[in-house]
């Protein structure tokens, strides 16, 4: 019996692929409840991260290629646990600061600094004394 992690990939990964329409998309992904395609008019999606700021992880925006979200960690987070992802993944620090690890590699990261981090390369956050508010951006999408 397939989970419902591994019913969201495949029909992403159909998705991607052009396999299948946006509307087949939707109807597919709100039965299994993962992530919505939202309206873009004209091809113009805004949205102001900051109105987004507090929250554990939210989905911002979707294309077939890439993901938005945002993330805030609070003061004294220790990311045990590694994480890993199938793309790239890019996170913009926007206030606060915390140390990455990536592949062994640490290095603290603070608000304008921009991480890579490549496909397939174990990760994780820690922050100090202050909490920490970023922007990510995934490619090709993870949720």
């Known amino acids: 019996m397939a989970t419902r992690t591994f019913e969201i990939q495949q029909v992403l990964k159909a998705y991607r692929k052009g396999l299948i329409s946006d509307e087949l998309f939707e109807e597919q992904m709100k039965e299994l409840g993962g992530p919505q395609l939202r309206a873009v008019k004209d ?3 805004v949205v102001n991260v900051f109105e987004h700021k507090g929250k554990t992880f939210e989905i911002l925006q979707n294309t077939p290629h890439s993901q938005t979200g945002v993330f805030t960690l609070p003061a004294g987070y ?6 890993t992802h199938k793309g790239d993944q890019l996170i913009y620090v926007i ?4 140390t990455a690890r990536v592949s062994g590699k640490e290095q603290e990261i603070k608000a304008g600094d921009l991480l890579m981090i490549p496909a397939g390369a174990p990760h994780t956050l820690r922050t100090g004394d202050e909490p920490f508010f970023g922007f990510t951006i995934f490619a090709p999408p993870e949720m």
Do not use: Y
């Open 95 to 98: 206030e606060g600061k915390a």
């Open 78 to 83: 220790r990311g045990d646990r590694e994480n």
């Open 43 to 45: 091809g113009l999606d």
